[in-house]
């Protein structure tokens, strides 16, 4: 990649492609991921008819898996297969995991309450902290700095996908939605036929597709950086500012 870097339709492009030809290996660790981490949390959720109770298994079941499925998309991108084993990688550093995940969230959380801009800002530069914290075995502060250094410079190239899912997650009608106040808050069904398409089109198609895009630019991004990395004269560089 060159200082220019990957123009964002390639990604999209390369993404979409790989998606369509490992949609074969997708769909089972998509149903699979569904399966153990979300319809769990909305079986105790209804349950209990409170979110709260629910809240262990998404930070100590959910978490964990969805850094997997990261490991999931890389791997298909990097070398061409994946093994399913790998959904459940994220269970191997845990507390990592868990804390990543959590502090990732709280920080763009916090940006947009405070301005828009540095939830964005953040939220782009800690973007694939997720990926590198069981990829690379960063650490929880290392995998921080690590998406830091890779994204800086890039932000403006993720910044489409960021606003293409976030535009996916707002106009998609979801067949489940929270009701009530904060600390009651019971789960509503909606099963039209049409809300109920519409949501199986976003789960096992766009949302997959978005996951290889992003799993391409962090594959391109790593290379990108470490080949800045043995570039002749890094040594006497500078490390490059965390973009913050």
Do not use: C
């Not at 990097?78 to 990543?100: C, K, M, N, S, W």
């Not at 800045?228 to 913050?244: D, H, I, T, V, Y």
């Amino acid at each position: 990649m060159n200082d220019n870097g990957v123009p964002t339709f390639i990604w999209m492009k390369e993404g979409w492609n790989a998606l369509l030809d490992n949609f074969h290996r997708i769909l089972p660790a998509v149903l699979a991921f569904q399966l153990l981490a979300v319809m769990p949390s909305l079986l105790i959720w209804k349950s209990f008819e409170n979110r709260w109770y629910a809240m262990p298994w998404e930070v100590l079941v959910a978490a964990p898996l969805a850094v997997g499925m990261n490991l999931f998309f890389v791997s298909l991108i990097r070398e061409g297969r994946a093994d399913y084993g790998e959904l459940f990688r994220g269970f191997t550093i845990l507390p990592q995991a868990v804390a990543v995940s959590f502090l990732y969230g709280l920080i763009v959380t916090g940006g947009l309450i405070m301005l828009v801009v540095p939830g964005v800002v953040w939220g782009l530069a800690f973007v694939f902290a997720q990926y590198s914290v069981l990829d690379k075995r960063t650490g929880i502060k290392g995998s921080f700095r690590y998406s830091s250094l890779i994204t800086f410079g890039f932000k403006e190239r993720l910044l489409p996908v960021a606003l293409l899912w976030l535009t996916l997650e707002m106009l998609t009608p979801s067949i489940v939605s929270p009701v009530g106040s904060i600390l009651r808050m019971r789960l509503a069904l909606d099963l039209k036929p049409w809300v109920i398409t519409a949501f199986a089109l976003k789960t096992l198609v766009f949302l997959p597709w978005l996951n290889m895009v992003m799993a391409d630019a962090y594959v391109s991004l790593v290379k990108h950086h470490e080949r800045e990395r043995r570039a002749p004269g890094e040594s006497e560089k500078q490390p490059a500012p965390l973009p913050l």
